[in-house]
């Protein structure tokens, strides 16, 4: 199994930008589709990015198309989701999680590993 832990979150201005990582360890040998969600106080869970094994497939929501940014580093078993443009509404803690399948589902119940989550919060 894989493990994830989260970190970069913090305080911006609205405008701003932030990059959150994601460090992986365990049965990183194993191919997993990894993904980013994002949860605020009071509302579900939203599906934010994901991105395949290989980084030929990208999802994005329509809420941050073209403001936030996926990648992935299989060497150092590492995400990134660049955050910039935030908004007040970006606000929430960003959760990484990851999926043994090839096919993104933007679906939380489809990933089976999370980690603890880093909160954003942008100012207005």
């Known amino acids: 199994q894989v493990h994830v832990v989260e970190s970069g979150g913090g305080l911006v201005q609205a405008g701003g930008s932030l990059r959150l990582s994601c460090a992986a360890s365990?049965?990183?040998?194993?191919?997993?589709?990894v993904g980013w969600f994002r949860q605020a106080p009071g509302k579900e869970r939203e599906f934010v990015a994901a991105?395949?094994?290989?980084?030929?497939?990208?999802r994005y929501a329509d809420s941050v198309n073209g403001r936030f940014t996926i990648s992935r580093d299989n060497a150092k078993n590492a995400l990134y989701l660049q955050m910039n443009s935030l908004k007040p509404e970006d606000t929430a803690v960003y959760y990484c999680?990851?999926?043994?399948?090839?096919?993104?589902?933007?679906?939380?119940?489809?990933?089976?590993?999370w980690g603890q989550g880093t909160q954003v919060t942008v100012s207005s």
């Open positions: 991105i395949s094994w290989a980084g030929s497939t990208i």
């Open positions: 365990g049965r990183t040998d194993s191919r997993y589709t």
């Open positions: 999680a990851t999926t043994s399948s090839p096919i993104i589902n933007t679906s939380a119940g489809n990933f089976d590993t």
